[in-house]
Nanobody, 127 residues
Framework: QVHLVESGGGLVQPGGSLRLSCAASGFTLDDYAIGWFRQAPGKEREGVACISSSDGSTYYGDSVKGRFTISRDNAKNTVYLQMSSLKPEDTDEYYC????????????????????WGQGTQVTVSS
């Protein structure tokens, strides 16, 4: 059964850092583009960062450019989101998604393309 599990969230002070993990089970991530998304209560889910399956190209949402970095470790079947210089407005539930088939990273980061979201991991940025 194909399954993605997000972890690594928590409470952090403004300016701090966190690393989120998206671990796959039941399939290998090598041939999948992966994206990180976030959603606050009452708001639409938005694409944060996405990475291709092939050449490692990446795409970032405007609000996180220069602060977040997405990376993948295919040997560990895991994709990471390194978050730095965190702001209170980064407080959200974070989710990951996977898609095969040569999708562009820009398209990957469109949340409406994906279904079957996991439980997510909560990130809270507060002093």
């Amino acid at each position: 059964q194909v399954h993605l599990v997000e972890s690594g969230g928590g409470l952090v002070q403004p300016g701090g850092s966190l690393r989120l993990s998206c671990a796959a089970s039941g399939f290998t991530l090598d041939d999948y583009a992966i994206g990180w998304f976030r959603q606050a209560p009452g708001k639409e889910r938005e694409g944060v960062a996405c990475i291709s399956s092939s050449d490692g190209s990446t795409y970032y949402g405007d609000s996180v450019k220069g602060r977040f970095t997405i990376s993948r470790d295919n040997a560990k079947n895991t994709v990471y989101l390194q978050m730095s210089s965190l702001k209170p407005e980064d407080t959200d539930e974070y989710y990951c998604a996977a898609q095969s088939g040569g999708i562009t990273v820009q398209a990957m980061c469109v949340a409406s393309r994906h279904k079957g979201w996991g439980q997510g991991t909560q990130v809270t940025v507060s002093s």
